[in-house]
């Protein structure tokens, strides 16, 4: 994740705004902060999945 996010702007900034918003947040249980970035992390992590399949990357490679 974080090698997309520093690859890819519009997917940091996406971050980074999400981020912002939710530091403003009071959060009791830092399990609700996780719940709420779940959704753009998947979305971040499924571009980053698509990428990798069309270019034939692989960890380690």
Do not use: C, F, H
């Not at 997917?11 to 830092?30: F, H, I, P, S």
């Amino acid at each position: 994740m974080n090698d997309r996010l520093r690859q890819v702007a519009w997917d940091r900034v996406a971050y980074e705004q999400l981020k912002r918003q939710l530091a403003q947040r009071g959060w009791t249980d830092m399990n609700a902060n996780a719940d709420a970035e779940g959704p753009l992390i998947v979305e971040i992590t499924s571009r980053a999945e698509v990428w990798a399949e069309s270019v034939g990357w692989a960890p380690g490679l």
